[in-house]
């Protein structure tokens, strides 16, 4: 069965600090991957998608994911984090075989401290 | 454009109580899912659907039933309310594409059940 995994629970930074949270997945065939961001309160909203092509994609607000197929990872990057950008982070993969699903990791809980 | 409607906000149920969640959608999407979010777990889907009268259950479908009769809404069921079912529950909708479009979410339904 496909899985996905966020190794990191609960990140705390400093503004202007940057950013790597991780995300693996297990599934052998092709794959889209997403990044999804929860704001306090809000609903789930997406930062980014990697279908194919370049394996370095940007999203909303600064961030940018890297794709690499040897280590099923994609890892999800900020240079300089904001208070604002305290949310929690998910990780999301879809199976081409799978047609619509997706499967999340368990998250994310980023903290930015002013 | 109201996009992702979920109602009611918040829930509160007595064990063995039955109720409905609901979900609509103003973008003529074709599939609906729910999914429900617990702590440290992530978001796990409850059932799909990828048109109207057509269903099919996701990771964690027991307890749970829903039925697609018109595109714009897919209400969830709880059959038989258990403390276990304590959770937030979101509806997402995606365009047409299988996998390659994003999924939109609902602001979410918060249910306890006692």
């Known amino acids: 069965a496909q899985s996905v995994s966020q190794h990191n629970h609960h990140v705390i930074l400093s503004e202007a600090a940057s950013l790597e949270l991780g995300c693996n997945y297990s599934y052998g065939g092709t794959v889209n991957l997403f990044w999804y961001v929860q704001y306090p309160g809000q609903h789930l909203q997406l930062l980014l998608k990697y279908f194919s092509g370049d394996p370095l994609v940007k999203g909303i607000k600064g961030f940018e994911a890297e794709f690499i197929k040897s280590k099923f990872s994609f890892n999800l990057r900020k240079p300089s984090v904001q208070w604002s950008d305290t949310a929690e982070y998910f990780c999301?993969?879809?199976?081409?075989?799978?047609?619509?699903?997706?499967?999340f990791g368990s998250g994310t809980r980023l903290l930015v401290r002013p | 454009n109201a996009g992702v409607t979920q109602t009611p906000k918040f829930q509160v149920l007595k064990t063995g109580q039955s109720m409905t969640l609901q979900c609509a959608q103003d973008m003529n999407h074709e599939y609906m899912s729910w999914y429900r979010q617990d702590p440290g777990m992530g978001l796990r889907l409850i059932h799909y659907?990828?048109?109207?009268?057509?269903?099919d259950q996701g990771e964690v479908p027991n307890g749970y039933n829903v039925s697609r009769s018109t595109t714009e809404d897919f209400p969830l069921r709880l059959l038989s309310a258990a403390p276990s079912q304590t959770s937030v529950y979101f509806c997402?909708?995606?365009?047409?594409?299988?996998?390659?479009?994003?999924?939109?979410f609902g602001p979410g339904t918060r249910l306890t059940v006692l």
């Open positions: 659907s990828v048109g109207a009268g057509i269903t």
């Open positions: 999301a993969v879809n199976a081409m075989d799978s047609s619509y699903k997706l499967i």
């Open positions: 997402a909708t995606q365009g047409s594409g299988g996998g390659y479009n994003e999924q939109f």
